[in-house]
């Protein structure tokens, strides 16, 4: 009699007249009683192709032919269940099980709970600067030792350089900001060309001695920031400098080398831009008010034609990631007095509801972001220096009271301050760390059980000569911008 009944159901599906529910468990049945998992193939494609409607459906049957592809160990389950990730997030149980499915084809389980993490690389070249494959295989970084672009294996640690240039006798030439292109084939990055003493946007194939194309040269644009791809991998968006410090958010022809402005940023200074899952709304932070040091995060269409700001107010919020699903927007913020991880919900570029911890005093660290399985990458710096103010008695030589942190922006990466000659204002050195290493977070609720270092400052004396402050330093740098501060206190 079961082979009757399934006979009957299957002469049902193929005529397309049996509800939904029905045509599901007829494929179930043919996978999992028969074992003709080709034949549940095409019927769940035939039920996608008939349901596409009904998302429910559509979503259950594409998990299933995912399943049946995973079964006979083909490439296509990877490629079906990062459709259901992506497109069918409001179909959650479902969205959730191709997520955990994901991790599994990629090596990784889901964790009993909590935000787990480990060290994948640590050294002084580690790059916050870098980026990942969705699968978190592979890293697209900065070759410091030399300046070129190279490819390193998160797994192996073997790094593979695309011999751009050889080494820094070379040429003071270098590239930042690497992105692969969607199919992984190419890598655009930033280019400093010291010949001609401008930055260029360039694209590489992924392949050791491949000769570079220059999309963008232009004396007038003074530096570059690429920052991802559109989806279909015809575009990539990019942050550019004037001249007059004024920056743009554009989109970059990966053919001809157009430009097309998103949106100008004046001088507000974005410094990461990240680009949602969908490839629908771009993700940015910039400063909130000119000659201060805190940051807001907008959520912009790609079109331009819709912008909200997620996380705003009278504190730091930067370096914003999406979270695999592309349902929240991840990011560090002092707001609770010291440095967290939050996130906030975002549907359809806005915000829903309120921010929420999801590490406590995560400390200093640039955000690289998400894969694809959730696992979240970030640069963690160790050294945890920077630049303090304290006031000094000037018959004994001694310090009152305790020294002040003057500035809460780059946490631990000030180094060298310097003061003007009037007492009131200092100069310093604002940037990267050296001493640094690359976590790998899982993400779920709770925290991770990263330490915290401390170091103690060295103090060295002001530079304007006059008695009454003195400011302290924790330094150890190799690259940053140069900052300049009021200095409130007595002088």
């Not at 399943?67 to 969205?95: F, M, P, W």
């Not at 390193?152 to 270098?174: E, H, P």
């Not at 107010?313 to 002092?334: E, I, K, M, R």
Request: aromatic share 8%; glycine share 10%.
């Amino acid at each position: 009699m079961k082979l009757i009944g399934s006979l009957v159901l299957a002469a049902v599906v193929a005529l397309g007249q049996a509800p939904a529910d029905v045509q599901l468990k007829a494929a179930a049945h043919k996978a999992e009683v028969e074992g003709d998992l080709k034949g549940a193939m095409e019927a769940y494609r035939r039920i996608i192709a008939t349901n596409g409607k009904d998302r429910a459906v559509a979503a259950k049957a594409m998990l299933h032919l995912a399943q049946c592809h995973e079964k006979l160990g083909q490439a296509e389950a990877r490629s079906l269940y990062e459709q259901i990730a992506t497109n069918y997030r409001d179909q959650a149980a479902v969205a959730a099980e191709a997520r955990e499915r994901l991790a599994a084809l990629d090596g990784g389980s889901r964790p009993s709970g909590g935000l787990t993490a480990r060290q994948v690389w640590t050294g002084p070249d580690v790059d916050p600067e870098a980026s990942i494959t969705p699968d978190g295989r592979l890293m697209a970084m900065t070759h410091w030792e030399t300046g070129d672009v190279g490819i390193r294996d998160l797994g192996t640690a073997r790094v593979t350089r695309l011999n751009l240039k050889t080494s820094w006798q070379d040429s003071s030439d270098f590239a930042e900001t690497p992105v692969f292109s969607p199919d992984q084939r190419q890598i655009a990055y930033a280019w400093l060309n010291t010949k001609d003493r401008n930055y260029e946007v360039r694209l590489s194939a992924v392949e050791p001695g491949a000769k570079p194309r220059v999309l963008v040269s232009n004396p007038e644009l003074v530096y570059f920031q690429t920052a991802g791809w559109s989806r279909d991998g015809k575009s990539i968006l990019a942050v550019i400098w004037g001249k007059d410090r004024t920056s743009q958010l554009a989109w970059i022809s990966a053919g001809d080398g157009s430009v097309k402005v998103l949106k100008s940023l004046e001088w507000r200074q974005p410094q990461r831009i990240a680009l949602s899952p969908d490839g629908r709304y771009v993700a940015y932070d910039v400063l909130e008010k000119q000659n201060q040091q805190d940051r807001d995060i907008y959520v912009l269409a790609v079109d331009g034609s819709s912008e909200s700001a997620v996380a705003a107010g009278p504190t730091h919020h930067a370096g914003p990631s999406w979270t695999p699903d592309g349902s929240q927007v991840v990011f560090l913020s002092n707001r609770s007095g010291r440095m967290d991880l939050w996130s906030v919900a975002v549907r359809d570029g806005k915000p829903q509801g309120a921010p929420q911890v999801v590490k406590a005093d995560i400390g200093s660290v640039d955000p690289i972001g998400f894969s694809r399985t959730g696992a979240f990458y970030y640069v963690h710096n160790r050294s945890d220096e920077d630049v303090f103010a304290v006031e000094m008695d000037p018959v004994t030589g001694k310090g009152r009271g305790a020294a002040s942190r003057i500035t809460q922006a780059f946490l631990g990466r000030n180094e060298r301050p310097a003061w003007s000659p009037d007492g009131k204002w200092i100069a310093f050195l604002a940037g990267d760390t050296r001493a640094a290493e690359l976590a790998r977070s899982l993400w779920w609720s709770g925290r991770s059980r990263l330490a915290r270092r401390r170091s103690f400052p060295r103090i060295t004396n002001s530079d304007h000569g006059r008695s009454g402050s003195t400011a302290a330093r924790r330094s150890w740098g190799r690259r940053g911008g140069r900052k300049a501060l009021p200095f409130t206190g007595s002088t």
